[in-house]
Nanobody
Framework: QVQLVESGGGLVQPGGSLRLSCAAS????????MGWYRQAPGNQRELVAA???????NYADSVKGRFTISRDNAKNTVSLQMNSLKPEDTAVYYC??????????????WGQGTQVTVSS
């Protein structure tokens, strides 16, 4: 059993900052790529940022230079620092973790989602 618990969403004014965090727990053998996706009403879920176990990162063009993804391998956590937020960043943000459970296959796991609203 694997659980992903997200925190850090909320309401912020344009130009403000928020930090999202996601902690993975359970029968985890290895964690590979960790990332954040978002889904706005009427839109498909899209990749925001991802980070490999080696620390390589990938960002959506729309957030480059504003968002920073990081991970703590010792704590099985991934964070997303979001600066200079814009109204178009408003969405539900989902944590995604690609991992292997003990003596099992590799699966993608999803967090429950956290709402980020950017509005004045």
């Amino acid at each position: 059993q694997v659980q992903l618990v997200e925190s850090g969403g909320g309401l912020v004014q344009p130009g403000g900052s928020l930090r999202l965090s996601c902690a993975a727990s359970g029968s985890i053998f290895s964690i590979y790529t960790m990332g954040w996706y978002r889904q706005a009403p009427g839109n498909q879920r899209e990749l925001v940022a991802a980070i490999t176990s080696g620390g390589s990162t990938n960002y959506a063009d729309s957030v480059k230079g504003r968002f920073t993804i990081s991970r703590d391998n010792a704590k099985n956590t991934v964070s997303l620092q979001m600066n200079s937020l814009k109204p178009e960043d408003t969405a539900v943000y989902y944590c995604n973790v690609n991992l292997r459970v003990a003596a099992g296959p590799v699966y993608d796991y999803w967090g429950q989602g956290t709402q980020v609203t950017v509005s004045s």
